[in-house]
């Protein structure tokens, strides 16, 4: 199983992006769906998170600027950033629960895309 993250990039404050992760491989089912991010420094912090049914939680730091989403159709997770603050200035990884089989699951992690919010 593969995870290929792309859209992150520079932008200046109050700005938008949009990342994409896409999982390809030996896939049974999909389950949930995490954005993290790590700055300089800090350590890893979890971002967002979409269950298979849907449901979605966030970070008090980007709730109301950030929303995740997913495709099914596509293993797809993406996450809309608008508002863009220089603190939101990290590599973003995403992070899925991979069902192989009926039994069988384990997460897997993007490679990570850097986003750089210029003040």
């Known amino acids: 199983v593969q995870l290929v993250e792309s859209g992150g990039g520079l932008v200046q404050a109050g700005g938008s992006l949009r990342l994409s992760c896409a999982a390809s491989g030996s896939i049974f089912r999909i389950g949930a769906m995490r954005w993290y991010r790590q700055a300089p420094g800090k350590q890893r912090e979890l971002v967002a998170v979409?269950?298979?049914?849907?449901?979605?939680n966030y970070a008090d730091s980007v709730r109301g600027r950030f929303t995740i989403s997913r495709d099914n159709a596509k293993n797809t997770v993406y996450l809309q950033m608008d508002s863009l603050k220089p603190e939101d200035t990290a590599v973003y990884y995403c992070?899925?629960?991979?069902?192989?089989?009926?039994?069988?699951?384990?997460?897997?992690w993007g490679q990570g895309t850097q986003v750089t919010v210029s003040s």
């Open positions: 992070n899925v629960d991979v069902h192989t089989g009926v039994i069988f699951s384990r997460d897997y």
């Open positions: 979409i269950t298979s049914g849907g449901s979605t």
